[in-house]
């Protein structure tokens, strides 16, 4: 309230002109710091965020590679960029003897590799090795003159993964290059970043399309996503993450003496496979008649045989929310 009666509802111009506030600079410092990168980057969304990379990193002597089940904004931002189909390749899930093979075969000509993954894959749950995947990368690293340079989008995973909170990049003891994020997940707010080194977030600054010819956040969004960040990064924002994590370990546990199916992990995002396309219409028919809402996830969204209904255990949710719940799938699957 204090930044909209301050600053306004709006920026009134894109940042270059007279579109920065004070709230986006103490935003993009709070977030580098989070994340543990030396700058960062604020755009209107994860979405545009991870476009702004593609249009950053993309030349003509640039190889991209993605992991199969990379969200859309990733593989638009390849398409974004014009990356023509014999500059980039696509490696099995999380399959690094796949991503191997994939950097093995880059052309010669190829200055710099671009090695680009979710963190957390939003429809199941489950993480990048992120320190697999850079094990990987740097015994490639010296065949190109520019090397080769990971990049995350870690949404899913900021806020909510990781002993801390700071995403799949703590989990796995390593960092990505990049990371792109969103204000919107773990958060609550709007908005998006990018984070990397100085001279990446430079570059960014300078030749993101979706970051320059654009009004930012406003003042108000920027100053509830600063917030957020340091809620997250103190006391109030361990105790949310504790009782996140414990209640997702119920739920799974739950799932699993029930005998139901889910992809093992520790994430809130709970897939709960029903590999059947009726049942799964009508068991979340009947969770949101007990006012529970989870989503199903049917073909063409996932192949036939992968029915899912998806589950996202919140830091509000109680010992008896879940033991509800739980009560409910046992009514369902009997």
């Known amino acids: 309230d204090q930044a909209a009666h301050r600053f306004g509802a709006g920026p009134g111009a894109v940042r270059f002109i007279d579109g920065t506030f004070g709230p986006h600079a103490e935003l993009e410092k709070a977030i580098a710091g989070f994340v543990g990168r ?6 209107n969304s994860a979405y545009t965020a991870t476009l702004g990379v593609g249009l950053t990193l993309t030349s003509k002597r640039t190889f991209w590679i993605g992991d199969e089940l990379n969200h859309n904004c990733i593989i ?19 399959d690094v003897d796949d991503l191997d093979a ?13 090695v680009i993954f979710d963190g957390i894959f939003s ?8 320190d697999r995947i850079d094990a990987i990368v740097n015994s490639h690293h010296e065949r190109f003159p520019q090397g080769v340079v990971t990049v995350m989008d870690d949404s899913h995973g900021i806020g909510a ?13 390593v960092a990505a290059d990049i990371m792109t994020g969103t204000f919107g ?4 707010v709007n908005g998006g970043f990018v984070a990397g080194s100085a001279e990446l977030v430079e570059a960014v600054r300078q030749k993101a ?12 969004d920027a100053a509830a996503a600063l917030a957020a960040v340091r809620i997250a990064d103190g006391d109030e924002g361990r105790r949310r993450l504790a009782n996140l994590g414990a209640r997702t370990a119920q739920f799974r546990a739950g799932l699993d003496a029930l005998g139901l199916e889910s992809i093992p992990g520790p994430h809130p995002v709970v897939p709960l496979l029903v590999r059947d396309t009726e049942k799964a219409r009508a068991w979340v028919r009947g969770l949101f008649e007990r006012g529970v809402l989870a989503v199903g996830l049917t073909f063409p969204v996932v192949p036939r045989g992968d029915e899912t209904i998806r589950f996202q255990v919140n830091a509000d949710h109680t010992e008896a929310d879940i033991d509800e719940l739980l009560a409910i799938l046992k009514d369902l699957s009997s």
């Open 38 to 43: 030396p700058a960062a980057r604020i755009f």
């Open 76 to 94: 638009r931002a390849m398409r974004i960029a014009n990356v023509p189909r014999e500059r980039r390749a696509i490696f099995k899930h999380n």
């Open 102 to 114: 994939c950097l093995r075969s880059v052309p010669g000509g190829i200055e710099r590799v671009i």
């Open 123 to 130: 429809m199941r749950g489950d993480f990048a090795p992120v």
């Open 161 to 173: 993964y990781g002993a801390t909170g700071r995403g799949t990049d703590e989990h796995c003891g």
């Open 185 to 188: 997940k773990a958060f609550g």
């Open 209 to 220: 399309d979706t970051y320059i010819y654009t009004n930012p956040l406003g003042a108000a």
